[in-house]
C-alpha cells in the first residue's frame, strides 16, 4: 500500500516538475547567461530524478518511501531552482 501511494505522489510531483519545465524551456533561450547556467545544473538535476522516480515502482515496498523521500528532495530543489529561474526571466 505504501509503495502504491509514494508512487503517486512521486508521479504527481514529476508532472508538476515536467509542466513548469517545459514553460521554462522555452523561455530560458532568450534569458540571459546567468539563467543558462542556472538552467543547465537544473537539467542535470531533472534527469536524475527522473530516473530515481523510474526506480519507485520497481523496488521492494520497504526501499520505495527511501526512494520516494529521496524524490522529494531533488523534486523541492528543483521547484525552488525553477523558481529562479522564472524570476530572471
Known amino acids: 500500500m505504501a509503495q502504491v501511494k509514494v508512487k503517486k505522489e512521486v508521479d504527481r510531483l514529476v508532472e ?3 509542466q513548469i519545465r517545459d514553460e521554462l ?8 547567461a546567468d539563467a543558462k547556467t542556472e538552467w543547465a545544473q537544473l ?3 531533472w534527469e536524475h530524478l527522473r530516473s530515481r522516480a523510474e ?3 520497481d ?3 520497504d526501499a520505495a518511501e527511501d526512494v ?8 523541492k530543489e528543483l521547484k525552488k531552482g525553477y ?3 522564472r524570476g530572471m526571466l
Request: glycine share 10%; hydrophobic share 40%.
Open 59 to 61: 523496488v521492494a515496498e
Open 68 to 75: 520516494g523521500e529521496a524524490v522529494a528532495k531533488v523534486g
Open 25 to 32: 524551456k522555452v523561455r530560458v533561450h532568450l534569458a540571459k
Open 43 to 45: 537539467e542535470k538535476k
Open 55 to 57: 526506480q519507485v515502482g
Open 16 to 18: 508538476e516538475l515536467k
Open 83 to 85: 523558481e529562479r529561474v
